[in-house]
């Protein structure tokens, strides 16, 4: 019942049809993952694509968390002996969190309040009078109600407190300022004077007095100013017309023009200022806080997102080099497998010079391991570095077989140095050389050896210390499910890390695999997965598409086609009258076979579809190629740059106001929004990726605070 309840309510959310909706909370209900579903549930699902799955998924929890918050209300106004049917009704069929708490706020315990110290002397009574607005004597009336003492002016100003904390708890009053909050609420920053010559304050400057709606107030800026805040620089508030609002409330509670009227005007003004804005002002800060994290979680995980499935150069032999000036240049060797064979330190730049030995040292690891590409980190002496491999390689290698070179960002090569990960993987080497491994397989395969790296330390989020961090690794930890299943991995050469993403699988899972494969040799067929220890038939059923054997007896073990749709294929294949195999490799062969005859029950048009897909390029990875790429040679530094400069750069990260080229500088300039194309722009993803290689013109630079603006306009303004 509760499933179909929910069902009805996601798919008028999300714009869905209530079938699919059902189909695919079934599937989530069952342990099925996102891209399992999105993969192999397409009839089920009616083709949703992962995107969808999430949301459903996610509106999913909420709507279990509220009927949660749905008990704990219905039992505890029960137990105070003030549940009506009515109200029963109202909570029952309440589905929206903020609505919620209205209806429960009048019953919900709270700490020892004014009005509660006023109910506790008896004064409710008075305060009912008083709403009345009949009194023309509120002191007369009040003074029957004098006990122990208590004046007269304070029996008033405790029916007063009553009246303020009913005002701020009725719900048409509080929809009434929560109108008001949501239509002209503006956000003010200003700087803590104290703070304001600081150096640590610097970087608020732009905050030091800020003013704008709410409403268009973007996520950086928000989750900036409130970054201000959490440091001591900034004063931050979200206010209204207080004026306007206290006068609509008092024309919903005032009726008379009485000296009874004026006493509940007084107490509406008291509620609204004491009570109700400070609750809706801190509520709107929560929820605009919660807007600005899921934005910018969003933004980190499509960066992410296209990092992860960044080109790979493949499985070649690699040269990895991580450069510096003071202790030297790490040299990695790597086969084609990414295995260490050899590493050095060589020293072409000063203050330890040696570029003849460096350069002598750098060709004979090239001949002697056969090097076919070089990957250079792009941090400190990149640059100087890449000049001096860029003479060895016309030195040292023939023009028909010349090491290509790339430079490859080295974000979190540092933190997986000193990681477990890294431990575990180079027990007997220091963290320079486990740093130059990641540089040099990174140019292998991105995917693979990013994995193994908190999302987190890989530079393309922003203000990610500053979100929720529950959020932020839910979907950090679903977009690299999302990559590493789109991809697919060799079972046979998958790392443990690698492995846990897979769909089903996790740590221990994928920790048992790479024991058997250990203790058995290589897996020969998907079936073998099922002699895995604790790899079950729902395990297998969920990963077994998504892992790849490339030299397996049956060709479909090295595609995404399931296991269970092989009967299907190799009916297909029969109906041909050839071989799987043949029906791989002919296209013509393929282009007789008519999809509709094998529609089943179970089958549907999008899984043959897919199928027939999977057939044409078996275990195709959707990546893109490699590109070698060249900064400008006239500049090294910042001081080389000048205004008007056309010069070639690497996007490195993108924003909601724009993205950041690197252009060989050391320090990555920015392309506002407003400057990425001729045209107008709603977003930054709309016109670049994530190491995207464009054209950009200098703008304006600087030195001072060391910041370089670019343009991608082609139209000089």
Request: glycine share 6%; aromatic share 4%.
């Given at each position: 019942?509760?499933?179909?309840?929910?069902?009805?309510?996601?798919?008028e959310?999300?714009?869905?049809?209530?079938?699919?909706?059902?189909g695919?909370?079934?599937?989530?209900?069952?342990?099925?993952?996102?891209?399992?579903?999105?993969?192999?549930r397409k009839e089920?699902?009616?083709?949703?694509?992962?995107?969808?799955i999430?949301?459903?998924?996610?509106?999913?929890?909420?709507?279990?968390?509220?009927?949660?918050?749905?008990?704990?209300?219905?039992?505890?106004?029960?137990?105070l002996?003030?549940?009506?049917?009515?109200?029963e009704?109202?909570?029952?069929?309440?589905?929206?969190?903020?609505?919620?708490?209205?209806?429960?706020?009048?019953?919900?315990?709270k700490?020892?309040?004014?009005?509660?110290?006023?109910?506790?002397?008896?004064?409710?009574?008075?305060?009912?009078?008083?709403?009345?607005?009949r009194?023309?004597?509120?002191?007369?009336?009040?003074?029957?109600?004098?006990?122990?003492?208590?004046?007269?002016?304070?029996?008033l100003?405790?029916?007063q407190?009553i009246?303020?904390?009913?005002?701020?708890?009725?719900?048409?009053?509080r929809q009434?300022?929560?109108?008001?909050?949501?239509?002209t609420?503006?956000?003010?920053?200003?700087?803590?004077?104290?703070?304001?010559?600081?150096?640590?304050?610097?970087?608020?400057?732009?905050?030091?007095?800020?003013?704008?709606?709410?409403?268009?107030?973007?996520?950086?800026?928000?989750?900036?100013?409130?970054?201000g805040?959490?440091?001591?620089?900034?004063?931050?508030?979200?206010?209204?017309?207080?004026?306007?609002?206290?006068?609509?409330?008092?024309?919903?509670?005032?009726?008379?023009?009485?000296?009874?009227?004026?006493?509940?005007?007084?107490?509406?003004?008291?509620?609204?200022?004491?009570?109700?804005?400070?609750?809706?002002?801190?509520?709107f800060?929560a929820?605009?806080?919660?807007?600005?994290?899921?934005?910018?979680?969003?933004?980190?995980?499509?960066?992410?997102?296209?990092?992860?499935?960044?080109?790979?150069l493949?499985?070649?032999?690699?040269?990895?080099?991580?450069?510096?000036?003071?202790?030297?240049?790490?040299?990695?060797?790597?086969?084609?497998?990414?295995?260490?064979?050899?590493?050095?330190?060589?020293?072409?730049?000063?203050?330890?010079?040696?570029?003849?030995?460096?350069?002598e040292?750098?060709?004979?690891?090239?001949?002697?391991?056969?090097?076919?590409?070089?990957?250079?980190?792009?941090g400190?002496?990149s640059?100087?570095?890449?000049?001096?491999?860029?003479?060895?390689?016309?030195?040292?290698?023939?023009?028909?077989?010349?090491?290509?070179?790339?430079?490859?960002?080295?974000?979190?090569?540092s933190?997986?140095?000193?990681?477990?990960v890294?431990?575990?993987?180079?027990?007997?080497?220091?963290?320079?050389v486990?740093?130059?491994?990641?540089?040099?397989r990174?140019?292998?395969?991105?995917?693979?050896?990013?994995?193994?790296?908190?999302?987190?330390?890989i530079?393309?989020?922003?203000?990610?210390?500053?979100?929720d961090?529950?959020?932020?690794?839910?979907?950090l930890?679903?977009t690299v499910?999302?990559c590493?299943?789109?991809?697919?991995?060799?079972?046979?050469?998958?790392?443990?890390?690698?492995?846990?993403?897979?769909s089903?699988?996790?740590?221990?899972?994928a920790?048992?695999i790479?024991?058997?494969?250990?203790?058995?040799?290589?897996?020969?067929?998907r079936?073998?997965?099922?002699?895995?220890?604790?790899?079950?038939?729902?395990?297998?059923e969920?990963?077994?598409?998504?892992?790849?054997?490339?030299?397996?007896?049956?060709?479909?073990?090295?595609?995404?086609?399931?296991?269970?749709?092989?009967a299907?294929?190799e009916?297909?294949?029969?109906?041909?009258?050839?071989?799987?195999?043949?029906?791989?490799?002919?296209?013509?062969?393929?282009?007789?076979?008519?999809?509709?005859?094998?529609v089943?029950?179970?089958?549907?048009?999008?899984?043959?579809?897919?199928?027939?897909?999977?057939?044409?390029?078996?275990?195709?990875?959707p990546?893109?190629?490699?590109?070698?790429?060249?900064?400008d040679?006239r500049?090294a530094?910042?001081?080389?740059?000048?205004?008007?400069?056309?010069?070639?750069?690497?996007?490195?990260?993108?924003?909601?106001?724009?993205?950041?080229?690197?252009i060989?500088?050391?320090?990555?300039?920015l392309?506002?929004?407003?400057?990425?194309?001729?045209?107008?722009?709603?977003?930054?993803?709309?016109?670049?990726?994530?190491h995207?290689?464009?054209?950009?013109?200098?703008?304006?630079?600087?030195?001072?605070r060391?910041r370089?603006?670019?343009?991608?306009?082609?139209?000089?303004?």
């Amino acid at each position: 019942m509760e499933q179909n309840i929910f069902a009805k309510l996601i798919a008028e959310r999300l714009g869905l049809r209530e079938k699919n909706v059902e189909g695919t909370l079934a599937l989530l209900d069952d342990g099925a993952t996102i891209p399992f579903i999105a993969r192999y549930r397409k009839e089920r699902t009616g083709a949703l694509d992962e995107v969808q799955i999430a949301a459903i998924s996610e509106q999913n929890e909420r709507l279990k968390e509220i009927q949660k918050r749905k008990e704990t209300v219905t039992k505890t106004i029960t137990e105070l002996g003030k549940m009506t049917s009515e109200l029963e009704a109202r909570i029952a069929s309440c589905w929206d969190a903020t609505e919620l708490e209205d209806i429960y706020l009048p019953y919900k315990p709270k700490r020892r309040t004014r009005a509660q110290v006023a109910r506790e002397q008896g004064l409710e009574p008075l305060a009912t009078l008083l709403l009345l607005q009949r009194e023309s004597n509120p002191e007369a009336a009040a003074a029957k109600f004098v006990r122990d003492g208590l004046p007269v002016s304070d029996c008033l100003k405790g029916a007063q407190d009553i009246i303020a904390e009913m005002v701020s708890e009725d719900e048409r009053a509080r929809q009434s300022v929560r109108g008001s909050f949501r239509r002209t609420a503006v956000i003010t920053s200003k700087v803590v004077k104290a703070k304001a010559e600081t150096d640590e304050a610097a970087k608020f400057s732009d905050y030091f007095d800020w003013s704008e709606p709410l409403k268009r107030c973007s996520s950086h800026r928000l989750l900036a100013m409130r970054r201000g805040e959490a440091e001591g620089i900034l004063r931050v508030n979200i206010s209204v017309d207080d004026e306007e609002n206290t006068e609509r409330l008092q024309r919903q509670w005032v009726r008379a023009q009485t000296a009874s009227g004026r006493l509940v005007a007084e107490a509406v003004a008291d509620g609204y200022k004491r009570l109700l804005c400070p609750s809706i002002e801190n509520e709107f800060a929560a929820s605009s806080k919660e807007r600005a994290d899921e934005e910018a979680i969003r933004v980190f995980a499509e960066n992410l997102r296209q990092l992860l499935l960044g080109a790979p150069l493949g499985q070649k032999r690699v040269m990895g080099i991580d450069p510096g000036f003071r202790t030297g240049c790490k040299v990695v060797c790597l086969d084609a497998q990414g295995n260490l064979l050899h590493h050095e330190a060589i020293f072409p730049h000063p203050p330890v010079r040696q570029p003849a030995e460096a350069m002598e040292a750098l060709a004979d690891m090239i001949r002697k391991y056969r090097i076919e590409a070089i990957a250079i980190g792009n941090g400190t002496a990149s640059r100087e570095t890449k000049s001096v491999v860029e003479m060895v390689i016309e030195q040292a290698c023939p023009r028909d077989a010349r090491a290509s070179l790339f430079v490859v960002s080295e974000d979190g090569a540092s933190v997986y140095s000193a990681s477990k990960v890294a431990r575990d993987e180079f027990p007997d080497e220091d963290v320079t050389v486990r740093g130059a491994v990641s540089i040099g397989r990174r140019l292998m395969d991105p995917l693979a050896e990013l994995v193994k790296i908190d999302p987190k330390s890989i530079g393309v989020g922003q203000y990610q210390h500053d979100v929720d961090q529950a959020k932020l690794k839910k979907s950090l930890d679903q977009t690299v499910e999302s990559c590493v299943n789109s991809v697919g991995v060799n079972l046979n050469t998958a790392s443990v890390h690698l492995l846990t993403y897979i769909s089903g699988l996790g740590p221990a899972l994928a920790g048992n695999i790479v024991q058997y494969r250990k203790e058995n040799g290589a897996f020969t067929s998907r079936a073998q997965l099922k002699k895995v220890p604790r790899l079950g038939p729902s395990a297998f059923e969920q990963c077994a598409g998504f892992l790849r054997i490339s030299d397996a007896k049956n060709p479909l073990d090295n595609s995404a086609v399931h296991p269970e749709r092989y009967a299907l294929v190799e009916q297909m294949a029969k109906d041909q009258g050839c071989k799987v195999a043949d029906l791989i490799a002919d296209k013509e062969l393929r282009a007789r076979v008519n999809i509709n005859r094998y529609v089943s029950a179970d089958v549907g048009l999008p899984t043959l579809t897919d199928i027939m897909k999977e057939l044409e390029k078996p275990g195709r990875d959707p990546r893109a190629a490699i590109e070698e790429f060249e900064f400008d040679s006239r500049v090294a530094s910042i001081d080389d740059l000048q205004e008007g400069m056309e010069l070639p750069g690497i996007v490195t990260n993108i924003t909601n106001f724009g993205a950041f080229v690197d252009i060989g500088v050391h320090q990555d300039g920015l392309v506002h929004i407003s400057q990425l194309a001729d045209k107008y722009v709603s977003h930054p993803t709309d016109v670049v990726k994530l190491h995207q290689h464009v054209r950009v013109r200098v703008t304006e630079v600087d030195r001072r605070r060391g910041r370089i603006s670019l343009s991608m306009k082609q139209t000089h303004p």
